[in-house]
């Protein structure tokens, strides 16, 4: 599973969209997943409008079907089927850090 973090990484809105799409890129092109991204989830400051903006992103390329499918951390967990629709294709991912800690500061993209 390929990580993004964009709190490290201090990015505006536009730049943070940016390396999501390349990573999405990247990662279909290598045969991932998944891609995590940790926002950040206030409702001030640039976590916040980060998660907003990434979100509506996310959905407009579900709809053009340029990733399969997204959700927030806090359905990341092995009682989601989405989830475990995951976990049937990369059980590598069982080991994740933030599987079922239901945190609001990162989304889940489920590229492929």
């Not at 400051?45 to 951390?73: A, C, H, N, T």
Request: proline letters at 2%; glycine letters at 12%.
């Amino acid at each position: 599973m390929q990580f993004i973090d964009l709190k490290k990484e201090n990015a505006t809105v536009d730049y943070a969209l940016a390396l999501v799409e390349i990573a999405i890129e990247g990662g279909k092109l290598e045969g991932q997943t998944v891609i995590k991204v940790l926002h950040g989830y206030g409702s001030h400051g640039r976590g916040g409008v980060i998660l907003v903006e990434l979100r509506k992103q996310l959905e407009r390329w579900k709809r053009s079907k340029f990733i399969k499918d997204y959700f927030g951390g806090d359905r990341w967990n092995i009682f989601d089927p989405l989830t475990m629709e995951i976990l049937q294709k990369d059980k590598t991912i069982y080991g994740d850090e933030d599987m079922g800690k239901a945190n609001p500061g990162i989304t889940i993209i489920y590229i492929q």
